[in-house]
């Protein structure tokens, strides 16, 4: 089997129909030239594809208003299923969603810490295996699979340009070593853009809307959607907002930059600031393992909500500076939203929410011009796994994978 | 005279086409097809607007390679000519173009300062005319002024969202108010965008590349161009990059945010640090001035230049923070080439270039991926100038605009 990446901005017409479609059930071919700002032929040609491929049906015909009657069209949700993955060192995410979107099943599994590749990719072959089994998917049904992992990356070749968490994993060949392991076809992409489009899939922001997603795992990420489109930069790496300089002073950062937003606001920075203070981490119980770290964020997480001034402090030490860089973001994307995602917003995000959003009230440039809002993302700690299934469903591959995918 | 602005993206098929037989005269419909990834269709229909509205003439026939001889066209350049403003508190400048983009006349002219809008907007309007006369452009044959000052702006309504540099600017509908004084239609943009757009169109960079425009006059903006078009965000207010945190415990700017690049970079506080070391201002002859901000930016850069050590280092320190602030927005959107313009970077480029290239070098979070290169803007000076001139050629407008500027 052949690894079969797209290219960056290939799928639009077939994505933009696909949203439409999943958004507003029963909607007409008309309708769809209307909200789309595609021509009539495009779209027919478009929806007729998306008939062949099983993914979408006709399923009726609207009354008629003096007009021809207009044939109906709505998601074949039950035609087959995606798998999406969300991987990196200190957490793990497998989904699985039907041609509607709708979570069929869903798993949290463990980061592979500094295990080597093939160790990790093998492991991981089995855990969604084992989902499927679970969820009693037949692999035939399976589409494809959205592998969600940190960038950068060569997403055309589907390899990894990070020497993270070990220089083992830079230049690996990831989406086809992942496809050789589990026999499924694999798609790459980066994390927090996954995030951002699969928060645009379940809901959780207005169709057309642009907005960014922070996303907080082990690291801290970003995708931002405008109009609906990811978007992409010029080799699909945009959107690192956890290496933006926050203090040009600051201490350097193994992405080659200094001060980066991680070593003041992730998870990693967190822990150790933690560990570094006189009792905190017999008190809260910390492992201290860097490995455990998400789950000393969740420790440290509960011990503020309960009134720890130490804990509390932490966090908004964190959330003050993801404030800032949310600040910066918006002026220089000009969004109307900032949804935060990913694991350790799934934990904390009620204690950095308030604090985000007053950052935004107070120092967007462009606040005369609209608002910002800040909100949690709508699929908690797996939103990046159900993006990568989400970008399987709105990429191009959709037939592709479908025959290898046959048995 | 009502005010005419146009929608943010509405001007795509018909920018692009001009964009390429800018780019490329004697240029076929067939290679337009080709080179642009519109249909047949939409470049007959675009090619024949803009043959009627007088940009675009058919030139002869290409000989033929065994097919159907093809018509060729390149750009009408004599047909008319649009005027591109650049003004802030500081710093101006008016440029005439003909309608291939070339140069037909310009001049410098002195920011507004703090004068009243209205006082200040009379004065354009002569400097704009005495100009024309100076050209030999009779005004029935200019389609438009495109007038690039700061943000943000309400771009649709021709309105600006700022109180720089007094508040009687705020809300201030400046395209309506210049119209109504000039008798000629005006679009009001953002300088930077404005300027990144420019750069462009006087082949500075390659066609369809992705690259950040830094703009700096007297306060520094930003302008993307992904894949040959401009990047507008939600609102037309995106990439104030003078406006992201350098420091989060840097001092409140004006702009409601804390230790904004503009407060570690900008000619401003460039000339507030050399008032405050001692003997500076008596051994460059700084005028102290606000208003004088540019020029003594050039005093600065001149003794820089010669060798004086606190002058190079003023200029060093502002590089650096513009270097820092150059991979933020690279790690951001994802760019292959920054672009240094505007009247300060037509100064002081020579010595920002090597800085900002080794922070490029060094911090970049995608280098593995592909290199940054740092360029100076083709355009000098008048880089935003020559944008807003550009950016009326390449709107919808230009045939209303004929119309309204015909006697």
Chains 1, 2 share one sequence.
Not at 59 to 85: C, H, I, Q
Request: proline share 5%; hydrophobic share 45%.
């Amino acid at each position: 089997m052949t690894n079969t990446q797209t290219a960056p901005n290939r799928p639009r017409a077939r994505g933009i129909v696909l949203d439409l479609i999943r958004a507003t059930p029963l909607i007409s071919r008309v309708e769809l030239v209307g909200r789309s700002g595609l021509t009539g032929a495009t779209i027919t040609n478009v929806v007729r594809e998306l008939i062949d491929d099983g993914l979408v049906h006709e399923v009726g015909r609207s009354e008629s208003r003096g007009g021809k009657p207009r044939t109906l069209l709505e998601l074949n949700a039950g035609a087959g299923y995606t798998v999406g993955v969300q991987l990196d060192r200190f957490s793990g995410s497998i989904v699985i969603v039907d041609l509607a979107g709708h979570l069929i099943g869903r798993t949290a599994i463990k980061g592979p810490g500094v295990a080597s590749p093939h160790v990790a990719l093998v492991r991981l072959a089995r855990q969604i295996e084992a989902l499927l089994t679970d969820s009693d998917i037949d692999r035939s049904d399976v589409f494809g699979v959205g592998l969600a992992t940190l960038g950068p990356q060569d997403r055309a070749l589907g390899t990894l340009l990070s020497p993270q968490p070990t220089p083992l994993w830079l230049g690996l060949p990831m989406a086809a070593e992942l496809e050789k392991i589990l026999g499924l076809p694999v798609l790459l992409d980066n994390d927090a853009t996954a995030a951002a489009i699969g928060e645009y899939w379940v809901g959780g922001v207005e169709l057309n809307s642009s907005y960014g997603c922070i996303y907080m795992a082990g690291g801290i990420g970003g995708g931002v959607v405008i109009d609906g489109e990811v978007y992409r930069g010029g080799s699909s790496n945009a959107v690192e907002i956890g290496h933006i300089t926050m203090d040009a002073a600051g201490l350097p950062c193994s992405c080659g930059n200094r001060g980066c937003l991680e070593d003041f606001a992730g998870p990693t920075s967190i822990v150790t600031r933690a560990l570094q203070w006189d009792g905190v981490r017999e008190r809260l119980n910390l492992s201290g393992d860097i490995d455990d770290t998400v789950l000393d964020l969740a420790l440290i997480n509960r011990a503020a909500i309960g009134g720890d001034p130490d804990a509390r402090s932490l966090i908004e030490y964190s959330a003050r500076y993801l404030g800032y860089a949310a600040v910066s973001l918006v002026n220089l994307f000009d969004l109307e939203r900032i949804v935060l995602a990913g694991p350790s917003f799934a934990i904390a995000g009620a204690l950095y929410l308030p604090i985000v959003q007053a950052e935004l009230d107070g120092a967007c440039f462009a606040r005369r011009a609209h608002p910002v809002i800040a909100s949690l993302s709508a699929s908690g700690a797996d939103a990046a796994a159900v993006g990568g299934a989400v970008l399987v469903l709105r990429s191009e591959l959709t037939p592709l994978l479908r025959r290898h995918a046959a048995p």
